[in-house]
């Protein structure tokens, strides 16, 4: 199957350590990507890689990936971390996959 | 630090062909490790991959568009431009262009990303 697969919304209460995971057999062979989206905003890379931030990316975001599982960690969340999450990978065919996202609230 | 602008009609009749221009700037599209994306997200909805482009021409499109999605790339501009053909309104969407790591697949930057809405 080419799909990911996210929970649709998480809540985190403000400070609390939170993971978003993704699920798809394509995660079995390729690394996942993440995408934070705030409203009104294009989609920003929080994390790639086996786990890897780019440059300007708090480190309280890490990631990791085992079996057909990818995951995003918030460590210490806070209020700005609120936004939408999206996780992308590819298939067989370098096709790109996203899943449909999970909405992050921080409480 | 690699710029990406979106620009094109925002508004396309049913039926029509949509295009879309993506302008690169502080960067070159002819660079070996990126191909150029486009992504649309329908209004409070998630992100789809439309297809990709490297700087040779070859492309890759999304099986679920490919019979109706033409990328095209002008190294001479520095700029990727996206058909869409015989739109609906389902084709309304915010398109974006990003920039995508060969070999790895992660995308950025992306640009900020243009609405269009097909209507007549």
């Known amino acids: 199957s080419s799909e990911l697969t996210q929970d649709p919304a998480v809540s985190v209460a403000l400070g609390q350590t939170v993971r978003i995971t993704c699920q798809g057999d394509s995660l079995r062979g390729y690394y996942a990507s993440w995408y934070q989206q705030k409203p009104g905003q294009a989609p920003v890379l929080v994390m790639h890689g086996k786990d890897s931030r780019p440059s300007g990316i708090p480190d309280r975001f890490s990631g990791s990936s085992s079996g057909n599982t990818a995951s995003l960690t918030i460590t210490g969340a806070q209020a700005e971390d609120e936004a939408d999450y999206y996780c992308n990978s590819r298939d067989s065919s370098d096709a790109r996959l996203f899943a449909g996202g999970t909405k992050l609230t921080v409480l | 630090q690699v710029h990406l602008q979106e620009s094109g009609p925002g508004l396309v009749k049913p039926s029509e062909t949509l295009s879309l221009t993506c302008t690169v700037s502080s960067g070159s599209v002819s660079s070996g490790n990126y191909y150029w994306s486009w992504i649309r997200q329908t209004p409070g909805k998630g992100l789809e991959w439309i297809g990709y482009?490297?700087?040779?021409?070859?492309?890759n499109y999304n099986p679920s568009l490919k019979s109706r999605v033409t990328i095209s790339i002008d190294t001479s501009k520095n700029q990727l431009s996206l058909n869409l053909s015989s739109v609906t309104a389902a084709d309304t969407a915010i398109y974006y262009c990003?920039?995508?790591?060969?070999?790895?697949?992660?995308?950025?930057?992306w640009g900020r990303g243009t609405l269009v809405t097909v209507s007549a």
């Open positions: 990003a920039r995508d790591r060969r070999g790895i697949n992660w995308f950025d930057p």
């Open positions: 482009i490297f700087y040779s021409g070859s492309t």
